[in-house]
């Protein structure tokens, strides 16, 4: 890709690091953060990526940069997704035209990347915990630098980020931003509030305060208890002002609300927050997609923008599982949703609008969702929990003991299933299959139609016990569905074995699931233009394996089988049915299992995820051919 050209912005052109931030005058910083804005509106519609929440913090992330310095002191951004301000100013600004893209910039803060992403993070509510463990590790090393955690305001969702509260220290050189963007998080809201805020965070009170301090400590005999008197006083008229809240109650110093998209402002409160030493909490509110007048009105749907001219043009699987979803909720009146702050990207928007009493959201928080949704099963409901793949790994020991031990009935909707080309190894779905082969009585469907996503609801209702349901993101592969699926298919016919073959007397036979069936069908193509045949087999449930392998045994066919599959290999799909079948004693030993064997892919630039996973259509061909050859 070429080098982003900057000519055409005046001041964010000369910004290539920090130092070069520090050094502008005060007076241009607004039109750096009007710059930045534009840049952003441009490059993230070309690239796809995370808009809204970006546009939002623009001014505190250089009021960060102006204040503190990276990389000596430590800037954790919780999630990591709104630090593409903080990607440009710390010299990743010419690579910009890269992000997301193979072999580019992250979308999230990755520490391999640059020595300013102090850690990295796809997951929400990490940031305060991180932030405190480098805290005290500079602490242990005697060092004087400073931790700042940028925490939005849905990340205090999270139980991880109460458990980090919980746990701060007052020795710590640790300042916590809470960016308060759509919810409120404090009582302490309203213009007075604010106004004492302002008013301990100014250059003057900051003097009077230490003057006072100075002056009093110096008074023979009564200087020290007097001193101790007035600060008593200031905080019992601080509690009768206003409530305290919560970050005070838990011994941390608390300033806020301010304004977080005035940048003269944060600057002195961050300045004062530096000087305080100890733990601070700075409350700021910033307007999401500021700047942007779509994302401005519409910032929940500016989350996340596909890129500019890449929106599919057929229904994605999550809105397959949405429609799905609402036509069972009409004959299935104990049917219930529950989604961690994701009825958009999980397709479950129109349940929430046509039934909303059955639908619910538990902020980010999906451990609470599977428990909270085995309490509804107890109770008599049909719980359907809908997560992406990467953020169900938060909620396995919820699955298992909550769930499954107890034979409760509960639907895992697995969105985003596979490997992720955009987000990265944060977001690879390659996990679930594993994890949840592991637990004795969950089954596992895995559709690669709109009606097989109902089809395994269908299933998943009648069976009971837990059922998850996985499929990747985007529109449905429409070539798999002609080459696999007969023409009548209903969305009631249950999830099955599907067979595909390149012609007669096949020599060899893969077995696999999912979008990843397309490779397979690419490579039994190429080897039949090479003179033999291959037959593919298209599983749409996998566990129990038992029962898949009685179901596959009879189409194995060749002198070689090959299971194919798109997630760790350990545990998976492959190895839990290659012993189901030596079980039924229908496999024979000249077999091979294609699957990621590191589930933290990062394809370099040129290069598909699935070619760096060496599950792609050309490494399934050089397996193939290894394997006819030992019969030879």
Same mark, same amino acid.
């Given at each position: 890709m070429a080098t982003e050209n900057f000519d055409a912005y005046k001041l964010l052109g000369k910004i290539d690091s920090p130092s070069d931030l520090k050094a502008l005058a005060a007076a241009d910083l607004p039109l750096l953060a009007k710059e930045i804005r534009q840049y952003l509106s441009y490059r993230v519609r070309e690239n796809g990526g995370h808009l809204s929440s %970006?546009?939002? =913090?623009?001014? #505190? &992330?250089? /009021?960060i940069h102006r204040v503190f310095s990276t990389p000596q002191d430590h800037v954790i951004f919780d999630v990591g997704h709104q630090s593409y301000v903080h990607k440009l100013i710390t010299g990743r600004k010419a690579?910009?035209?890269t992000l997301r893209q193979a072999g580019g910039l992250s979308g999230f803060t990755k520490r391999a990347e640059s020595e300013h992403d102090a850690f990295g993070a796809g997951h929400s509510s990490t940031a305060i915990s991180a932030a405190i463990g480098m805290a005290t590790a500079d602490a242990l090393n005697g060092s004087d630098a400073y931790t700042v955690a940028v925490v939005g305001d849905g990340a205090l969702t999270g139980g991880l980020a109460y458990e980090g509260l919980n746990n701060c220290r007052s020795d710590l050189r640790l300042i916590i931003v809470i960016n308060e963007n759509e919810m409120s998080i404090s009582p302490n809201t309203g213009g007075l509030s604010e106004h004492l805020s302002r008013i301990r965070s100014s250059k003057k009170y900051i003097s009077a305060k230490a003057f006072t301090s100075r002056t009093l400590r110096a008074l023979p005999l009564i200087g020290k208890p007097l001193y101790v008197l007035l600060r008593f006083i200031k905080k019992r008229v601080k509690r009768l002002v206003y409530q305290e809240n919560l970050f005070e109650q838990m011994g941390l110093r608390y300033y806020g609300p301010l304004d977080g998209n005035d940048i003269e402002g944060l600057i002195a409160s961050l300045s004062y927050a530096k000087q305080c030493g $100890? %733990? &601070? =909490? #700075?409350? =700021?509110? &910033?307007?999401?997609?500021m700047g942007d007048s779509e994302a401005q009105a519409s910032p929940d749907l500016y989350h996340g923008v596909a890129p500019q001219g890449k929106e599919p043009a057929a229904p994605t699987f999550s809105e397959y599982f949405g429609g799905a979803l609402c036509r069972m909720a009409k004959d299935e009146p104990d049917l219930c949703a529950i989604t961690a702050a994701m009825s958009y990207g999980t397709g479950l928007e129109p349940f929430r609008v046509a039934y909303s009493k059955r639908f619910f959201d538990v902020g980010i928080a999906e451990g609470? /969702? =599977? &428990?909270? /949704? *085995? $309490? #509804? *099963? /107890?109770?008599g409901k049909l719980p359907v929990v809908a997560l992406y793949s990467t953020f169900l790994q938060r909620a396995y020991d919820n699955v298992l003991h909550d769930a499954a031990l107890q034979h409760l009935p509960l639907i895992l909707a697995i969105d985003r299933a596979g490997f992720s080309a955009a987000d990265g190894a944060t977001h690879h779905g390659v996990y679930d299959v594993s994890l949840l082969s592991g637990i004795a009585g969950v089954r596992i469907f895995a559709p690669v139609t709109g009606e097989g996503i109902a089809a395994s609801l269908n299933a998943a209702r009648k069976r009971g016990g837990v059922c998850a349901i996985r499929y990747p993101s985007g529109a449905q592969n429409m070539a798999l569905r002609e080459a696999f699926y007969p023409m009548g298919v209903s969305e009631h016919d249950a999830p099955r074995v599907r067979v595909w073959e390149s012609g007669s007397a096949p020599r060899a036979t893969v077995v696999t699931h999912g979008r990843i069936a397309d490779q397979a069908l690419a490579a039994a193509r190429a080897l039949q233009a090479e003179g033999f045949s291959v037959r593919v087999l298209l599983c749409e449930y996998l566990a129990p394996y038992e029962e898949l392998a009685a179901e596959v045994a009879p189409h194995l066919a060749g002198e070689a089988t090959l299971f194919l599959e798109e997630e760790i290999r350990s545990g998976g799909f492959g190895e839990n049915l290659a012993s189901a079948l030596k079980n039924h004693g229908t496999l024979h030993e000249n077999y091979a299992i294609i699957a990621a064997e590191n589930g933290f892919v990062t394809p370099t630039s040129g290069q598909t995820v699935w070619q760096a996973a060496g599950v792609d259509a050309e490494a399934l061909c050089r397996t193939l051919r290894d394997l006819l050859k030992n019969k030879q």
């Amino acid at each position: 890709m070429a080098t982003e050209n900057f000519d055409a912005y005046k001041l964010l052109g000369k910004i290539d690091s920090p130092s070069d931030l520090k050094a502008l005058a005060a007076a241009d910083l607004p039109l750096l953060a009007k710059e930045i804005r534009q840049y952003l509106s441009y490059r993230v519609r070309e690239n796809g990526g995370h808009l809204s929440s %970006n546009l939002g =913090v623009v001014e #505190l &992330t250089m /009021a960060i940069h102006r204040v503190f310095s990276t990389p000596q002191d430590h800037v954790i951004f919780d999630v990591g997704h709104q630090s593409y301000v903080h990607k440009l100013i710390t010299g990743r600004k010419a690579q910009f035209d890269t992000l997301r893209q193979a072999g580019g910039l992250s979308g999230f803060t990755k520490r391999a990347e640059s020595e300013h992403d102090a850690f990295g993070a796809g997951h929400s509510s990490t940031a305060i915990s991180a932030a405190i463990g480098m805290a005290t590790a500079d602490a242990l090393n005697g060092s004087d630098a400073y931790t700042v955690a940028v925490v939005g305001d849905g990340a205090l969702t999270g139980g991880l980020a109460y458990e980090g509260l919980n746990n701060c220290r007052s020795d710590l050189r640790l300042i916590i931003v809470i960016n308060e963007n759509e919810m409120s998080i404090s009582p302490n809201t309203g213009g007075l509030s604010e106004h004492l805020s302002r008013i301990r965070s100014s250059k003057k009170y900051i003097s009077a305060k230490a003057f006072t301090s100075r002056t009093l400590r110096a008074l023979p005999l009564i200087g020290k208890p007097l001193y101790v008197l007035l600060r008593f006083i200031k905080k019992r008229v601080k509690r009768l002002v206003y409530q305290e809240n919560l970050f005070e109650q838990m011994g941390l110093r608390y300033y806020g609300p301010l304004d977080g998209n005035d940048i003269e402002g944060l600057i002195a409160s961050l300045s004062y927050a530096k000087q305080c030493g $100890g %733990n &601070t =909490v #700075l409350h =700021v509110k &910033t307007q999401k997609g500021m700047g942007d007048s779509e994302a401005q009105a519409s910032p929940d749907l500016y989350h996340g923008v596909a890129p500019q001219g890449k929106e599919p043009a057929a229904p994605t699987f999550s809105e397959y599982f949405g429609g799905a979803l609402c036509r069972m909720a009409k004959d299935e009146p104990d049917l219930c949703a529950i989604t961690a702050a994701m009825s958009y990207g999980t397709g479950l928007e129109p349940f929430r609008v046509a039934y909303s009493k059955r639908f619910f959201d538990v902020g980010i928080a999906e451990g609470h /969702a =599977v &428990t909270f /949704a *085995a $309490g #509804l *099963a /107890a109770g008599g409901k049909l719980p359907v929990v809908a997560l992406y793949s990467t953020f169900l790994q938060r909620a396995y020991d919820n699955v298992l003991h909550d769930a499954a031990l107890q034979h409760l009935p509960l639907i895992l909707a697995i969105d985003r299933a596979g490997f992720s080309a955009a987000d990265g190894a944060t977001h690879h779905g390659v996990y679930d299959v594993s994890l949840l082969s592991g637990i004795a009585g969950v089954r596992i469907f895995a559709p690669v139609t709109g009606e097989g996503i109902a089809a395994s609801l269908n299933a998943a209702r009648k069976r009971g016990g837990v059922c998850a349901i996985r499929y990747p993101s985007g529109a449905q592969n429409m070539a798999l569905r002609e080459a696999f699926y007969p023409m009548g298919v209903s969305e009631h016919d249950a999830p099955r074995v599907r067979v595909w073959e390149s012609g007669s007397a096949p020599r060899a036979t893969v077995v696999t699931h999912g979008r990843i069936a397309d490779q397979a069908l690419a490579a039994a193509r190429a080897l039949q233009a090479e003179g033999f045949s291959v037959r593919v087999l298209l599983c749409e449930y996998l566990a129990p394996y038992e029962e898949l392998a009685a179901e596959v045994a009879p189409h194995l066919a060749g002198e070689a089988t090959l299971f194919l599959e798109e997630e760790i290999r350990s545990g998976g799909f492959g190895e839990n049915l290659a012993s189901a079948l030596k079980n039924h004693g229908t496999l024979h030993e000249n077999y091979a299992i294609i699957a990621a064997e590191n589930g933290f892919v990062t394809p370099t630039s040129g290069q598909t995820v699935w070619q760096a996973a060496g599950v792609d259509a050309e490494a399934l061909c050089r397996t193939l051919r290894d394997l006819l050859k030992n019969k030879q």
